[in-house]
């Protein structure tokens, strides 16, 4: 693939997830302390909503649109049996006029919009024409359309999760992360009054935007911008900037971050394995592949998850956030200290217990270190 098609595809994947934060801003602020009758709760138990349905058609459509349908293939978390059934038409009329409204702003973000209003049948078809099963060879997208809907239906942290697969390796990935600032600083400000002031106001002001962030694999670079949303055009060059991961090697000064659901992860083995390491700092403890983000930002240094038996991880929930860090100048890898392995379908297949995610590589292997060191006590 030359070089030239990718700096498009990754061009057009940021616009698209662009949009997808700007509809899944505008459902979240709706969802917020009503219409729960609009969260559906899927069969492991994990919440889907009008966004996880509308960014997938939205992705579905625009990369169609950009690449030529026969091109793309996705793969992504949702499917559209639940908005199909007799008893889901006002859940269905939500996504469609929420696919439709964002749709139609395309233009603004230098992107061609689908030519006519679409109606029930061409979004049911835009969510399950992704409908890749992934595998070692060709290309495909992964999706993961909201990441964290637990936070996302609380007025939490989510994210917007989309990467390029191509023989395995992940070659680009854009997370877009619309409640995580810009600034570390902001972000305790955020969390506490991002409910308040979005009742009270519209948005305003600069310290409540948040991000998107984007890497291609072997370029040595990875790249930030603030939402579009309510804000003008959209200009990449103007407000992009460069991250980078932390320069702290030692785990003394080191920031963890964990994932904030206790279903999947293990908690008390994070926090032992934090204490035999020296790591003294409180963990940051954010849903989603935030974590991905805080880390390729240099917000914090490390993200252990370990699962618990018979969670599978899935590629979805990884891709976008690995080739970021690693591009920032972060080490990804299972705890094992081998790469995480995207060729084997829609799970991480042979995962060595958990991941392990670090700012660097003296880091990373004080850290896998102590994994071997815990894990015999600990009875995962
Ligand atoms: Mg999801």
Not at 48 to 74: H, K, Y
Not at 138 to 163: C, E
Not at 209 to 232: I, R, T
């Amino acid at each position: 693939m030359e070089e030239g098609a990718r700096a498009r595809e990754l061009d057009v994947a940021v616009r698209v997830v662009q949009m997808a934060c700007s509809l899944c801003q505008r459902v979240q602020s709706g969802l917020v302390g009503r219409n729960r009758e609009q969260i559906k709760v899927k069969e492991d138990d994990s919440p889907v909503t009008v966004a996880d349905w509308g960014v997938q058609a939205v992705v579905s459509l625009l990369l169609s649109e950009c690449f030529g349908g026969e091109n793309v293939s996705i793969l992504a978390e949702e499917d559209a049996h639940t908005l199909s059934r007799k008893d889901a038409t006002t859940l269905l009329e939500s996504v469609i006029s929420t696919v439709n409204e964002c749709l139609s702003e395309a233009p603004k973000y230098g992107l061609k919009c689908p030519p006519k209003h679409l109606g029930a049948q061409d979004i049911l078809d835009a969510i399950n024409s992704c409908n890749s099963s992934g595998g070692s060879k060709g290309r495909f997208w992964v999706l993961d359309p909201v990441d964290g809907t637990l936070g996302f239906v609380r007025g939490d942290q989510y994210a917007v999760a989309l990467a390029l697969i191509e023989d395995g390796e992940v070659i680009l990935g854009v997370l877009g992360c619309p409640n995580y600032p810009m600034k570390k600083e902001w972000l305790n400000y955020h969390q506490r009054y991002y409910r308040l002031m979005t009742t009270l106001s519209p948005p305003s002001g600069s310290w409540h935007k948040g991000c998107v962030m984007y890497a291609c694999k072997g370029s040595g670079e990875a790249w930030m911008q603030p939402l579009v949303h309510d804000f003008g055009e959209y200009d990449q060059q103007s407000s992009a900037r460069m991250i980078r991961v932390s320069s702290i090697s030692d785990p003394a000064f080191a920031t963890f971050c964990e994932p904030v659901e206790k279903a999947n992860s293990s908690h008390s083995f994070t926090a032992g394995l934090a204490h035999n390491v020296g790591l003294r700092k409180q963990p940051l403890r954010v849903h989603s592949m935030v974590k991905y983000a805080a880390i390729a930002r240099g917000d914090a240094e490390i993200f252990m998850k370990f699962a618990r038996a018979g969670y599978k991880e899935k590629i979805w929930d990884h891709a976008a956030g690995l080739v970021i860090i690693q591009e920032a100048g972060g080490v990804v890898t299972d705890a094992g200290g081998h790469p995480l392995d995207f060729s084997k379908g829609i799970y991480l297949e042979g995962l060595n217990r958990g991941i392990i995610a670090c700012s660097g590589p003296l880091l990373h292997e004080k850290i896998i270190n102590a994994v071997d060191a815990s894990w015999d006590s600990s009875n995962l």
